[in-house]
């Protein structure tokens, strides 16, 4: 059964902590994106890659980095925790081109204190 | 960029009544995609439909390209039904989806 596995579902960290969101997919897709959702705000993208190494930004990077060392892992970085960076984190990751077999991970949901 | 927006906000069934749900789009699109994510936060995909009509099951969604809308029917609800829809699009050359703030839908007993 192919997945997207994100590595934690409930995470806490401190304000001022680096915090790093692991994603790892196994259907040799080229495009692997985050995402974070908010309750009225739908999913907003933070980052991409569609390549090893590349990325670009999304709509909301400010605060975040991210890494892409093979193609099938995903790292988001947060430098320095804040508390408006609580929120649920989403993995995908999808095909080249026209967004198809976009698959999602379970999610991370980080409380920032 | 695109505008994804979706309607109703919020939706409360009871179980065997059917149901649309509406999302506009603001530009022309290559790909339209609908999800659902489950009380648990899991996002599935339902639909890939740029254009025309296509059926699942108890779902079928609609998709009018140049009058720039789809539609996501839900018949004979279940409570399994319950959760978040999303509609997504993708416009030119790019890869990345662009999603609508959703449909919170709960279906009762």
């Known amino acids: 059964d192919v997945k997207v596995t994100q590595s934690s579902r409930y995470l806490v960290k401190r304000t001022g902590e680096k915090v790093f969101l692991e994603c790892v997919q196994d259907m040799d897709h080229e495009n692997m994106f985050w995402y974070r959702q908010d309750p009225g705000l739908g999913l907003r993208l933070i980052y991409f890659?569609?390549?090893?190494?590349m990325k670009e930004k999304g709509d909301i990077p400010e605060g975040y980095s991210v890494s892409r060392e093979k193609k099938e892992r995903f790292s988001l970085i947060l430098e320095s925790a804040s508390t408006n960076q609580t929120s649920m984190y989403l993995c995908a990751s999808s095909f080249w081109g026209e967004g198809r077999g976009y698959t999602f991970g379970s999610g991370t949901r980080l409380t920032v204190v | 960029g695109i505008q994804v927006e979706q309607s109703p906000p919020d939706l409360i069934l009871q179980e065997g009544a059917n149901s649309t749900l509406r999302c506009n789009f603001s530009?022309?699109?290559?790909?339209l995609q609908w999800f659902h994510q489950n009380p648990w936060g899991q996002l599935i995909n339902l639909f890939y439909?740029?254009?025309g009509t296509k059926q699942n099951g108890r779902l079928s969604a609609t998709t009018v390209a140049t009058e720039r809308y789809s539609l996501l029917y839900i018949s004979s609800s279940q409570t399994t039904d319950s959760g978040v829809y999303f509609c997504a699009a993708l416009t030119g050359g790019g890869n990345k989806l662009t999603f609508g703030t959703g449909t919170q839908l709960k279906v009762e007993l």
């Open positions: 890659s569609y390549d090893v190494k």
């Open positions: 530009d022309s699109v290559n790909n």
């Open positions: 439909i740029p254009s």
